[in-house]
């Protein structure tokens, strides 16, 4: 089985969902996102294990997948990384920290400050797992406004330090297509960067409470 060609670093709301469609796209497999946990619940407890210090065989998780992007994956990008020597390492970012912050508030901490419905544990393990994920692999303030974005630019440093320019992929919603296809070798699509996911969108979903 043909392992990761994408490796994404960059933290959730710097575009991954519409980076999810565009490497579906280009590579012609699928792209791993926070969105599977709802389709896929017993990946749930091997990335708790992971927040845990316990990771899996990330030459094999996640299986069948062509690409990473977003949370958990992201918090784990260095394992992932190095089980598959071959992916590009894609990290995502916003024009600045006080921007990724405000999406941030928004919509992900925005949701998970929203009660749990009684009849949904689902919903209930993801909070925890979330929650751990959040204050063990990225930081115990990420709550608060100063230490979150702290810590997204500790974060975006880290990658830009541990992976060579050759193989690091820095990319921004502007950017479109043509970072992406340089990269995988692929021509540019002849249709629109796909934008999905803003704010509004968001908080619309029927997953917004996650």
């Known amino acids: 089985m043909r392992g990761l060609r994408v490796v994404g670093a960059g933290l959730g709301r710097t575009g991954t969902n519409s980076l999810k469609l565009a490497l579906e796209r280009l590579t012609g497999g699928r ?3 926070m969105t599977e946990l709802f389709e896929r619940p017993d990946d749930l407890p091997v990335w708790d294990a992971a927040i845990r210090g316990e990771p899996p065989d990330w030459r094999t998780f996640p299986a069948g997948f062509a690409a990473t992007v977003d949370w958990p994956a992201c918090a784990f990008w260095g394992g992932l990384a190095d089980a598959h020597p071959d992916a590009i390492v894609l990290l995502s970012v916003r024009d600045s920290a006080e921007q990724w912050w405000r999406s941030f508030e928004a919509t992900i901490l925005d949701g998970l400050s929203r009660p749990v419905p009684a009849d949904r544990p689902d919903w209930a393990a993801r909070r925890k797992v979330t929650f751990a994920m959040l204050e063990r692999t990225f930081t115990p303030r990420w709550r608060d406004r100063e230490g979150a974005m702290a810590a997204y630019e500790a974060h975006n440093a880290g990658v830009r330090a541990a992976v060579p ?7 921004r919603a502007g950017d479109g297509w043509e970072p992406l ?3 995988l070798g692929v021509p ?6 796909p934008h999905v996911n803003s704010t509004e969108e968001f908080r619309s979903e029927q997953h917004a409470p996650e």
Do not use: I, M
């Not at 320019?165 to 990319?171: C, F, H, P, Q």
């Not at 540019?188 to 960067?193: G, H, L, Q, R, S």
């Open 165 to 171: 320019a050759g193989r690091l992929v820095e990319w």
């Open 181 to 183: 296809c340089t990269a």
């Open 31 to 33: 792209c791993y996102h």
């Open 188 to 193: 540019v699509p002849d249709e629109p960067f």
